[in-house]
């Protein structure tokens, strides 16, 4: 099993930016993907963007499209998303999740079997 920690989120303004951390341990060999997905108040939890590990190939929600960008350091272990622009729409609690989806279906959060705790973001003008 891949234990996941998130961190990075807080309060911010419309227009500012925040970076999430994604810390994966345990287990890390079974991990081929790391997806972050949010979910606002009274909304269905919702895909945001993926990575994998090896190659570092990327996909994006198309509403974060241009402004959020996910990278990785395998040497640590961890995956970071980039927020700018952020939008009062993007306010959530974001989670991050591991799994080994065909690429295709990365987008899935039913494809992903260990997921963090969640980090609350506040986007506020």
């Known amino acids: 099993q891949v234990q996941l920690v998130e961190s990075g989120g807080g309060l911010v303004q419309t227009g500012g930016s925040l970076r999430l951390s994604c810390a994966a341990s345990g287990r890390t060999s079974s991990s081929r993907t790391i997806g972050w997905f949010r979910q606002a108040p009274g909304k269905e939890r919702e895909f945001v963007a993926a990575?994998?590990?090896?190659?570092?190939?990327?996909m994006y929600a198309d509403s974060v499209k241009g402004r959020f960008t996910i990278s990785r350091v395998n040497a640590e272990n961890t995956v970071y998303l980039q927020m700018n622009s952020l939008k009062e729409e993007d306010t959530a609690v974001y989670y991050c999740?591991?799994?080994?989806?065909?690429?295709?279906?990365?987008?899935?959060?039913?494809?992903?079997?260990?997921w963090g705790q969640g980090t609350q973001v506040t986007v506020s003008s």
């Open positions: 999740a591991s799994g080994q989806p065909n690429w295709s279906s990365s987008h899935l959060r039913e494809m992903y079997r260990s």
């Open positions: 990575i994998q590990w090896n190659g570092g190939a990327t």
